[in-house]
């Protein structure tokens, strides 16, 4: 090799993959078939966390104030007792057992879903402490001690190249929320929300969800300015409430049979 040229050199090492390849039989690929090949993997997150906020503050004229917020695992084995089941595995305060698949199909559309790791539904928690409105005459705590814990079965984000539209799909089971509205010396205890066909008599963990369906969009509103447009599709639920106490005394308890929300419309600006 020290003495062989560096022209001939050169000419030898171009030649080698061609002749591998007339010998091997592979053949390079050109543009137009390399043109058909699609990628078929997206992409996959696996989720564990908690958040905690001291504080949000919205500020207009005056300020909206909410404190102590918190999202997270219920940190409970014991949802939905009236079924005898663990559904939620090992109790704990972040949010897990929950995976995200990412994937953008042939037409463009971008297609998120939100699944379980393990064949369970997704247990989360979300807390605050009091909800101020604070301005020149003063300030009001419009709301207070809200902590609500519920699972959520599934969860799917379309977003549609052909509509523009975003279109979020879950189903959710609240297994317990408290609130209280200090302006109003109202409480509520125990808020319960399942699907419509859930049966306290013979549970079944299927039927424990509520669906939603949201389409979010750009529309006119009545004055033909471009705004955020909110169409709930359906929501379909019982509702329980264990307990409404108005001036520190319970008056009783609540409940809805069958509730059902549709073509429902928002259009969302500013004035």
Not at 30 to 36: I, L, T, V, Y
């Amino acid at each position: 090799m020290k003495g062989l040229k560096p022209t001939l050199l050169a000419l030898f090492v171009s030649g080698v993959p061609t002749l591998a390849f007339a010998d091997s039989g592979f053949q390079p690929l050109d543009e137009a078939f390399m043109g058909n090949i699609t990628g078929q993997a997206g992409v996959t997150i696996e989720l564990e966390t908690k958040l905690n906020i001291d504080r949000f503050i919205y500020t207009d004229e005056g300020s909206l104030e909410v404190n102590d917020i918190f999202v997270g695992g219920a940190n409970r084995t014991d949802m939905f007792s009236e079924m005898g089941l663990n559904m939620n595995g090992a109790a704990t305060d972040r949010l897990d057992n929950v995976r995200i698949n990412i994937d953008v199909a042939r037409d463009g559309d971008a297609i998120i879903n939100l699944l379980p790791l393990a064949f369970n539904a997704v247990d989360f928690s979300v807390s605050t402490g009091a909800w101020n409105l604070i301005g020149s005459g003063g300030s009001t705590t419009i709301l207070d001690n809200f902590k609500m814990d519920a699972l959520i079965g599934s969860g799917t984000i379309r977003i549609d190249t052909a509509t523009d539209k975003l279109n979020f799909k879950t189903d959710i089971a609240i297994d317990d929320m408290d609130f209280d509205v200090p302006f109003l010396a109202l409480g509520i205890r125990d808020l319960e929300v399942t699907g419509a066909d859930y049966d306290l008599q013979a549970p079944q963990p299927l039927r424990v969800f509520a669906p939603v369906e949201l389409d979010i969009y750009k529309a006119t509103n009545s004055q033909g300015v471009q705004s955020l447009a909110v169409d709930l599709q359906t929501f379909e639920a019982d509702v329980r409430i264990g307990g409404v106490i108005v001036g520190g005394t319970s008056i009783g308890s609540l409940a809805l049979d069958n509730l059902a929300i549709s073509n429902t419309s928002m259009r969302i600006y500013g004035h």
